[in-house]
């Protein structure tokens, strides 16, 4: 059968559509009806009916706006079909169901990219609203900020995909019931409560960017879909100092992406990365945001990891890195931010500046605690003080156990040759 004018490319330009607009239709559509199911459900239809036409018409020249227009009117035709009369439902919506009319939302294209801005960070906010429960909110946000599917979080959460389903029904039906609007807090203090929670449901969406499991070891859409909010968060709030330092830490970290994988796709460690392959404008403009926060003279966490990124990303080789300022960094976080994550990326840290055997004694408290056992990252910085110590036969069982815990492929696949050159 031959294809239509659309034909593979449309199908190919559907996909790239739903990675790219369906957090932006969400949004939008959420802001009106005040219901994420509903929004939800007109994002699908509106993505179905896509399917049809840009296969049979081809891809219109702003899909974004396309896909979002439909969206807006299938919701409308879906409370006319209804009778939803619903209070917590936008007033336009339901004045239009009554006159028979089913209008695109009142956006000017050129106005698009603002307002759309507005409404995604207005869901987002609504994602970690405190009346819902903090470990459902990361969820929320993968779900319909991101648009990462209920399968693909349950595996990031290490759950049932049913389990995970039911949490996501519940938050939405929370949402609802208790009224939540899908815009900014006007009041300050309101903003600055929620705020905390936002910015790490940004950075656990940046991370989940670099997966940890699955066969993409770098997911960049997240990556920028993270940036991306970072920027708006830090334009809405621009005197707050963890704001702006979480926006200076991922643009650091992903300043570095592109020599995170050889030419076969196999991971690179920091040691062995191809530092001309780092992306200049990131890290100076990464830079001038750390500066910036670190000006107003309140520290806080991102700034703290942001100011470690920096170092990586100005220093000539991996030898020359100033690790000892590095481990000083990673001190001061602890004592900020307790954690034995931040314990083991300490214990390299002092690995490298003064000995394997100094690092092994920061480490030695966590692997004694069994409270990481399952982190892969512990046993891989194991492995490497174990080496650096001169210990070849325990670091082999170390970076052994690491590949066992890891779910990515291509970092199982380096674990294990690491673990065969200590053989």
Same mark, same amino acid.
């Given at each position: 059968?031959?294809?239509?004018?659309?034909?593979?490319?449309?199908?190919?330009?559907?996909?790239?559509?739903?990675?790219?607009?369906?957090?932006?239709?969400?949004?939008?559509?959420?802001?009106?009806?005040?219901?994420?199911?509903?929004?939800?459900?007109?994002?699908?239809?509106?993505?179905?009916?896509?399917?049809?036409?840009?296969?049979?018409?081809?891809?219109?020249?702003?899909?974004?706006?396309?896909?979002?227009?439909?969206?807006?009117?299938?919701?409308?035709?879906?409370?006319?079909?209804?009778?939803?009369?619903?209070?917590?439902?936008?007033?336009?919506?339901?004045?239009?169901?009554?006159?028979?009319?089913?209008?695109?939302?009142?956006?000017?294209?050129?106005?698009?990219?603002?307002?759309?801005?507005?409404?995604?960070?207005? $869901?987002?906010?609504?994602?970690?609203?405190?009346?819902?429960?903090?470990?459902?909110?990361?969820?929320?946000? $993968?779900?319909?900020?991101?648009?990462?599917?209920?399968?693909?979080?349950?595996?990031?959460?290490?759950?049932?995909?049913?389990? $995970?389903?039911?949490?996501?029904?519940?938050?939405?039906?929370?949402?609802?019931?208790?009224?939540?609007?899908?815009?900014?807090?006007?009041?300050?203090?309101?903003?600055?409560?929620?705020?905390?929670?936002?910015?790490?449901?940004?950075?656990?969406?940046?991370?989940?960017?670099?997966?940890?499991?699955?066969?993409?070891l770098i997911r960049a859409d997240l990556c920028d879909e993270a940036i991306w909010l970072g920027r708006l968060l830090h334009r809405l709030l621009p005197g707050d100092a963890e704001t702006a330092g $979480?926006?200076?830490?991922?643009?650091?970290?992903?300043?570095?992406?592109?020599?995170?994988?050889?030419?076969?796709?196999?991971?690179?460690?920091?040691?062995?990365?191809?530092?001309?392959?780092?992306?200049?404008?990131?890290?100076?403009?990464?830079?001038?945001?750390?500066?910036?926060?670190?000006?107003?003279?309140?520290?806080?966490?991102?700034?703290?990891?942001?100011?470690?990124?920096?170092?990586?990303?100005?220093?000539?080789?991996?030898?020359?890195?100033?690790?000892?300022?590095?481990?000083?960094?990673?001190?001061?976080?602890?004592?900020?931010?307790?954690?034995?994550?931040?314990?083991?990326?300490?214990?390299?840290?002092?690995?490298?500046?003064?000995?394997?055997?100094?690092?092994?004694?920061?480490?030695?408290?966590?692997?004694?605690?069994?409270?990481?056992?399952?982190?892969?990252?512990?046993?891989?910085?194991?492995?490497?003080?174990?080496?650096?110590?001169?210990?070849?036969?325990?670091?082999?069982?170390?970076?052994?156990?690491?590949?066992?815990?890891?779910?990515?492929?291509?970092?199982?696949?380096?674990?294990?040759?690491?673990?065969?050159?200590?053989?």
């Open positions: 059968m031959a294809a239509g004018p659309g034909g593979l490319a449309g199908a190919t330009r559907l996909e790239r559509a739903f990675r790219e607009e369906w957090g932006a239709v969400v949004a939008t559509l959420a802001r009106r009806p005040g219901d994420l199911q509903a929004a939800e459900d007109a994002a699908a239809d509106a993505f179905a009916a896509a399917s049809v036409a840009w296969a049979r018409d081809g891809v219109p020249p702003n899909p974004g706006a396309w896909l979002t227009v439909t969206a807006w009117r299938k919701a409308v035709d879906a409370y006319r079909v209804s009778g939803s009369r619903s209070t917590s439902v936008d007033p336009l919506i339901l004045g239009e169901v009554a006159a028979g009319r089913a209008p695109a939302p009142d956006l000017a294209e050129a106005d698009m990219t603002e307002t759309l801005g507005d409404d995604r960070l207005g $869901l987002i906010f609504a994602c970690c609203h405190p009346a819902l429960a903090e470990e459902v909110r990361v969820a929320l946000a $993968l779900r319909f900020v991101t648009g990462l599917t209920t399968r693909e979080i349950a595996a990031a959460f290490v759950v049932p995909e049913p389990t $995970l389903a039911q949490r996501l029904v519940r938050a939405k039906r929370k949402i609802r019931e208790s009224g939540i609007r899908f815009t900014l807090p006007s009041d300050q203090k309101r903003l600055a409560e929620r705020l905390r929670s936002v910015l790490a449901v940004v950075y656990l969406v940046f991370n989940e960017g670099f997966a940890s499991g699955g066969e993409s $979480l926006l200076a830490l991922m643009l650091l970290h992903h300043a570095r992406a592109a020599a995170r994988l050889d030419s076969a796709g196999r991971p690179v460690l920091l040691a062995g990365q191809d530092r001309t392959r780092w992306d200049q404008s990131r890290i100076a403009e990464g830079t001038r945001v750390l500066d910036e926060a670190l000006a107003l003279r309140s520290p806080g966490p991102y700034q703290l990891q942001a100011a470690i990124a920096a170092l990586h990303s100005h220093a000539a080789s991996f030898e020359e890195t100033d690790w000892p300022q590095i481990a000083l960094l990673y001190g001061a976080l602890g004592r900020l931010a307790p954690s034995p994550v931040v314990e083991v990326n300490r214990s390299v840290a002092v690995g490298m500046a003064d000995g394997g055997l100094a690092g092994l004694a920061v480490l030695s408290p966590v692997l004694a605690s069994g409270a990481l056992d399952s982190y892969g990252p512990l046993h891989a910085a194991h492995g490497f003080l174990l080496e650096k110590a001169g210990q070849p036969e325990q670091a082999g069982a170390a970076w052994a156990r690491a590949a066992e815990m890891s779910g990515n492929p291509a970092v199982r696949d380096e674990l294990l040759r690491r673990h065969g050159d200590t053989l």
